[in-house]
């Protein structure tokens, strides 16, 4: 167990939906990451927050969302879904937001958009 | 551009037989740090190793050990006497300077250890 609880574990929705997807770090940790997991993709980065604050982007859309709270957990908002954005979602957290941090990843959220 | 390399997709070996994945990195920093990470069919991804940059020692943890050569920009992980236990997707992973905070993943090496 990484100690990084993310919720829910599967998620069905329909297109043009809505979804929040949650992360809640390990303990102590300040830095939430976020990625995506699909076949053709592969692991892709979307963004990264610390210690409430936005710290970097990567291949996130415009439709997606994040933010981190005061308690650290942090949640990722999903709009205007489209099949293509059916994927395994994963969060993961660290202790300093530092380049030579390790990340420790949660159980992700599968996704399913029909 | 493809930073991390693992052309092999998938590799099929028996139960007790030893076995590496290669992975090669692609960067211009100096300062870099390499990981390796497992993604067994539970899903989760489960940390393995870390190493940066200025450290080319090689490291042995049990069955597992990882080849670190600059020269040829590679970060190898052999597993020795490979069990069914080891069956499991393998990520290799960069986190360079251009990359800011986030790590630049392989497309991954899925294992199959067969009894």
């Known amino acids: 167990d990484s100690g990084v609880t993310q919720t829910p574990k599967h998620l069905i929705t329909a297109t043009g939906q809505r979804v929040t997807l949650r992360c809640s770090p390990r303990?102590?940790?300040?830095?939430v990451y976020w990625y995506q997991q699909s076949l053709d993709q592969g692991l892709q980065f979307l963004i990264q927050y610390y210690n409430g604050e936005e710290r970097a982007k990567g291949n996130i859309l415009e439709r997606f969302s994040a933010q981190q709270f005061p308690d650290l957990h942090s949640e990722l908002n999903l709009s205007s879904l489209e099949l293509g954005d059916s994927a395994l979602y994963f969060c993961?957290?660290?202790?300093?937001?530092?380049?030579?941090?390790?990340?420790?990843f949660g159980s992700g959220t599968q996704l399913s958009v029909l | 551009a493809q930073k991390v390399t693992q052309a092999q997709t998938e590799i099929s070996v028996v139960e007790k037989e030893d076995v590496t994945l290669d992975c090669v990195y692609e960067?211009?920093?100096?300062?870099?740090?390499l990981f390796w990470y497992k993604q067994p069919p539970s899903g989760e991804l489960v940390f393995l190793i870390r190493r940066n940059s200025f450290d080319e020692q090689n490291e042995i943890s049990g069955r597992y050990s990882w080849n670190f050569q600059k020269s040829t920009s590679s970060f190898n992980f052999t597993i020795t006497a490979s069990q069914v236990v080891d069956s499991a997707v393998y990520f290799c992973?960069?986190?360079?300077?251009?990359?800011?905070?986030?790590?630049?993943f392989g497309k991954g090496t899925s294992l199959l250890v067969t009894p």
């Open positions: 993961a957290s660290g202790p300093s937001g530092g380049k030579n941090e390790k990340l420790f």
């Open positions: 960067t211009r920093d100096t300062t870099y740090y």
């Open positions: 992973a960069l986190r360079d300077a251009n990359s800011g905070y986030a790590l630049n």
């Open positions: 303990s102590g940790d300040l830095s």
